[in-house]
């Protein structure tokens, strides 16, 4: 069974820094689209940054320029760099992926258990 594990989230004052990443487990043929998203308390879940099936990246305009999406197929994992945090930030991140699993047609979307950050003085 494949499945996201997220990890890096936290506490954080405004002005600082976060890492998060994001690890697909299990027996994964191929990786297309991944990326992060976040939901604000009392928000719609929207769009931080991800890269297409082609590797184009796409940003949300509130993030451009202080994050960073990376990726690293040979671990199947996806990064988030996050730079002069604002409290504006502060949601639980979420990890996408759509995954081929090995022996399977058929991609799967696949969501993280989701990690807070909180953007706090």
């Known amino acids: 069974q494949v499945q996201l594990v997220e990890s890096g989230g936290g506490l954080v004052q405004p002005g600082g820094s976060l890492r998060l990443s994001c690890g697909a487990s299990?027996?994964?043929?191929?990786?297309?689209?991944m990326g992060w998203y976040r939901q604000a308390p009392g928000k719609e879940r929207e769009l931080v940054a991800r890269?297409?099936?082609?590797?184009?990246?796409n940003y949300a305009d509130s993030v451009k320029g202080r994050f960073t999406i990376s990726r690293n197929n040979a671990k199947n994992t996806v990064a988030l760099q996050m730079i002069s945090l604002k409290p504006e930030d502060t949601a639980v991140y979420y990890c996408?992926?759509?995954?081929?699993?090995?022996?399977?047609?058929?991609?799967?979307?696949?969501w993280g258990q989701g990690t807070l950050v909180t953007v706090s003085s």
């Open positions: 996408n992926m759509n995954c081929l699993p090995s022996g399977s047609v058929r991609y799967l979307e696949l």
């Open positions: 299990g027996s994964i043929f191929s990786i297309g689209a």
């Open positions: 890269f297409s099936s082609v590797g184009i990246t």
